[in-house]
């Protein structure tokens, strides 16, 4: 089990994630925004791309999945340019999450 944060201001979607994420057996802690000031503790971040600037997460600590609307290819390139290890559509991210936070926690 992993401790993943995800960054997932839109309240629909984080319960989604939250939702995919727990039932794959991770423990998952949702925020609006990254955290700042905090100690960190988690392995991995997912985060909304559209939400939250991409540089903000690549700073973390922990590798990151940023999903994106697939129609917008500015942030898909912001998102890989800032460093995130994957960057994928929403809807990708919607049919594969586990398989993908898997992926990165190896």
């Known amino acids: 089990m992993a401790r993943v944060l ?29 955290p700042s000031g905090e100690e960190f503790d988690f392995d991995l971040v997912v985060c909304d791309l559209e939400a939250v600037e991409a540089e903000s997460i690549a700073a973390l600590p922990a590798p990151a999945i940023g999903f994106y609307s697939h129609v917008d290819v500015e942030t898909r390139n912001r998102g890989r340019e800032a460093g995130l290890e994957l960057v994928v559509p929403r809807s990708r991210m919607a049919r594969e999450l586990p398989d993908l936070a898997d992926r990165l926690l190896g």
């Open 6 to 34: 995800a960054v997932v201001p839109d309240l629909m979607l984080s319960s989604r994630v939250g939702a995919m994420l727990g039932a794959a057996g991770h423990e998952v802690k949702v925020l609006p925004a990254p």
